[in-house]
């Protein structure tokens, strides 16, 4: 059963859904825009620790915007290769048969066909060698581990409560509600929808194939409609004069270069489909899951909140957190977590990690600027 979500003292305080602006990370603002009746969230979001946190997180997220316009516009550009060369080389290969004769152009025409050849392979040299795919992902997956860390170490902060303000919990509740659960559902939502429409390559791509693809068909039907003719089987008079015999042969040898686009696009769309195709099936998948928590249990856990039930709050939390995990973990390095002493991470990402390599992880958590534990999740059966 879907409950509407009733507006607290804590809700009002922190305000609704802001689409435009909620998707980014800035707890110092955040802060600077709380009432002195939310003092206590705000002494929070203001500490250094939250400070250092947002720091690594800013770092990383950089660091993905960066690496995933490398690897999409190096993807570009051997796309756009790609159809160049085999368009030329095809080209290159059966201009004889488009002119009836060997031509002086033709050995240009191999030049240029190798030029984009060479430039292809460098391309992807490049993408092989540099990989700013992985380092895309490796920097996000990290990025939005440090955003879960982030939001718990708010939730499982505690704070003095000064004369005339909220108590803390529904606050750090509230804040959780829109600065997390909102911003995630909004970007499942969206970028599966995106991503489950995206069929093949881009527009500027997929448009001329289907048209080149259209033409190469009525030249070939042509074609066909004279052979049928002259074997003497019925061809309407309309079909045989829209193009003459004598152009029709050398407009049908024109296809074997065009033929060449459609084919290369058939190839180049095929990772391409099935990569998006799942993403875009998981990313729906977790929209569902955290749709149904916001709805069927954010109001009962947010009474609770008023109760102060702080169990019920981590549960919460951490039903959520694992979604988003599910989705970023598999780019985390454990020796990465190890050769780092990374607790911060490795609590959350890597349960257990810190724990069998006790040795090599630092001794105080002042080491990684940390001196508070995560909000305390149950553990997954």
């Known amino acids: 059963m879907v409950h509407p979500m009733s507006q607290s003292a804590a809700e009002a305080v922190i305000g609704g859904d802001d689409a435009h602006h909620d998707w980014q990370l800035r707890p110092e603002t955040h802060a600077d825009s709380l009432p002195p009746e939310a003092g206590a969230l705000k002494r929070i979001l203001q500490s250094q620790e939250i400070r250092r946190i947002m720091a690594r997180y800013s770092e990383r997220d950089g660091e993905a915007v960066h690496q995933q316009k490398r ?6 550009i051997l796309a756009v290769l790609a159809y160049f060369v085999a368009l030329t080389g095809l080209f290159a290969l059966s201009v004889h048969l ?19 050849l060479l430039g292809l392979l460098i391309v992807a040299a490049w993408l092989n060698r540099a990989d700013p795919r992985t380092k895309w992902l490796a920097a996000r997956g990290e990025a939005e581990q440090l955003r879960v860390a982030l939001f718990d170490r708010v939730l499982a902060a505690d704070q003095a409560l000064k004369d005339a303000e909220l108590p803390l919990l529904p ?3 509230a804040y959780f509600r829109r600065y997390q659960l909102d911003v995630q559902l909004r970007f499942f939502a969206q970028r599966g929808r995106q991503l489950v429409r995206t069929v ?15 033409l190469v068909l009525g030249f070939g039907l042509a074609f066909l409609a004279h052979v049928a003719d002259e074997y003497g089987l019925a061809v309407p008079d309309w079909a045989l004069l829209a193009i003459r015999m004598e152009k029709a042969e ?8 065009l033929l060449a686009l459609s084919t290369l696009y058939a190839f180049l769309s095929q990772r391409s489909v099935s990569e998006d195709a799942r993403a875009g099936t998981r990313y729906l998948a977790i ?11 954010y109001e009962e856990v947010r009474r609770k909140a008023e109760g102060g039930d702080a169990a019920s709050v981590a549960r919460f939390a951490g039903l959520v957190h694992g979604l988003m995990i599910a989705e970023q973990s598999q780019w985390i390095s454990f020796q990465g977590l190890v050769d780092h002493k990374d607790t911060l991470l490795a609590d959350r990402s890597a349960a257990g990690l810190a724990e069998l390599f ?5 001794k ?18």
């Open 250 to 257: 050398r407009i049908a040898s024109w296809t074997f270069p």
């Open 71 to 76: 690897y999409r516009h190096g993807r570009r």
């Open 200 to 214: 093949g390559l881009p527009p500027w791509l997929t448009l001329p194939t289907i048209a080149i693809a259209l």
């Open 358 to 362: 006790a040795g090599q992880f630092a």
């Open 98 to 116: 488009i002119l009836a004769y060997v031509p002086d152009v033709q050995p240009l025409l191999v030049l240029i066909h190798v030029v984009f």
């Open 287 to 297: 929209f569902k899951n955290l749709s149904f928590l916001k709805d069927a249990a």
């Open 364 to 381: 105080t958590p002042e080491a990684r600027g940390q001196s508070q534990k995560p909000a305390e999740v149950p553990a997954r059966s």
């Open 171 to 173: 606050l750090k509740l």
